[in-house]
């Protein structure tokens, strides 16, 4: 078993930054990819960015440029650094973790006003 717990989430104004934080424990050797995904109300979740064990990146198209996904490996701990923030940003932000199994944390909320 792997147990994510996520921290960085809040309210902030439309331009403005975030950092996630998604610490692993657990069966971490299981693991090949961190991720961290998103949903907002009355959506499916979508992907944000990704990133595996030897630091290949991916990210959706609509944060290219504004989001950063990093992992300190001897923490076990992925990163999102969210720039350049906008209104439809807002969603409830999950970390992800998979291997032999999909794992998920509770869920952080990130609210941008405009």
């Known amino acids: 078993q792997v147990q994510l717990v996520e921290s960085g989430g809040g309210l902030v104004q439309a331009g403005g930054s975030l950092r996630l934080s998604c610490a692993a424990s657990?069966?971490?050797?299981?693991?090949?990819?961190l991720g961290w995904y998103r949903q907002a109300p009355g959506k499916q979740r979508e992907l944000v960015a990704k990133?595996?064990?030897?630091?290949?990146?991916n990210y959706a198209d609509s944060v290219k440029g504004r989001f950063t996904i990093s992992r300190d490996n001897a923490k076990n701990t992925v990163y999102l650094q969210m720039n350049s923030l906008k209104p439809e940003d807002t969603a409830v932000y999950y970390c992800?973790?998979?291997?032999?199994?999909?794992?998920w944390g509770q869920g952080t909320q990130v609210t941008v006003s405009s």
């Open positions: 992800n973790a998979d291997g032999l199994k999909r794992y």
């Open positions: 990133i595996t064990n030897s630091g290949s990146t």
């Open positions: 657990g069966s971490i050797f299981s693991i090949n990819v």
